[in-house]
């Protein structure tokens, strides 16, 4: 059995076939971790993991692009959530409610970080803007030490300012993390392994050259993921869904030279650690 750590069927995406993905990949031997990226996506998958009796968990938490920040307007992504909704101001008792609401489903709080790539053009606004993402991922940390749960870190074109903040946070995370989707460089991924966080490898790997950053990293560290209906890996076209995240796997054991039943087995074995499945 693989476990895709960071999939979004609770996305626009499968409106019309969530449960048909789902039973393809339990059938294929992928269990899976949907992530919030809002209240909305986030509720749903909840109630998405509560149509399963095994094999389909949640994490719950608002991404950094979807805060209302009063500075900046993300643009919708229809492949995400039909409707423009209203930019969120994080509500800590709502989703602590939502995260307790199944306490065997929900595993994670996240998917919550930092992601600088689209932001305000002016140095007043884009400070304001940082400001804003890191007081809301504090936030977010501080849910995930009270109830014990493993964080899922976003992070783009913000790596010096997350590392700066879990170093200062460290020693109350005691349940840990991953740094989902990662693309930074090797001295970033030193500091995040340093700190005992786990590395998520998806898609991405098949579109940025990302191989010494896998052959370095601890196959005890490292965890697969999809995050579909996105970065869907080069052998297929179309929308990416959890049962091809075998497809990174198989790369990761090309890059490592290790047996793809090893790199199974393992990684397997570091998310039901992490996340306690």
């Known amino acids: 059995m693989l476990i895709d750590t960071h999939a979004h069927v609770n ?33 749903r998958a909840v109630e998405i993991a509560q149509r399963y009796p095994e094999g389909v968990y949640a994490a719950v938490g608002l991404h950094p692009i979807h805060l209302n920040s009063g500075t900046f307007k993300a643009k919708i992504d229809k492949e995400e959530i039909e409707f423009q909704t209203r930019e969120e101001d994080f509500n800590y008792e709502e989703y602590k409610s939502l995260a307790l609401s199944d306490s065997r489903r929900v595993v994670a709080i996240g998917e919550t970080g930092l992601d600088y790539w689209y932001k305000p053009k002016t140095k007043i606004k884009l400070e304001q803007f940082k400001q804003k ?21 976003h992070c783009r074109a ?14 109350n995370l005691k349940s840990g993390g991953v740094i989902h989707c990662f693309t930074g460089n090797w001295q970033e991924a030193e500091e995040y392994l340093k700190m005992g966080f786990y590395i998520g490898f998806n898609g991405i790997i098949f579109k940025l050259d990302l ?33 091809y995240v075998k497809y990174v796997v198989e790369k990761i054991a090309k890059i490592k030279k290790i047996d793809y039943k090893k790199i199974t087995e393992i990684t397997t074995q570091n998310a039901k650690k992490l996340f306690n499945i």
């Open 133 to 153: 993402q890191k007081e809301v991922f504090l936030k977010q940390l501080d849910l995930a030490q009270e109830l014990g749960l493993p964080l899922i870190l």
């Open 158 to 171: 913000a790596h010096n300012d997350l590392i700066e903040i879990l170093k200062s946070k460290i020693s």
């Open 11 to 43: 996305f626009n995406a499968y409106k019309n076939d969530a449960d048909e993905v789902i039973r393809r990949s339990l059938a294929g031997g992928v269990s899976m971790i949907n992530v919030g990226s809002q209240h909305k996506t986030s509720k």
């Open 211 to 243: 191989d010494d950053i896998i052959a370095k990293t601890p196959l005890e560290k490292i965890l697969v993921e999809t995050d579909s209906p996105y970065l869907t890996p080069s052998a297929i076209e179309g929308r990416n869904e959890p049962i």
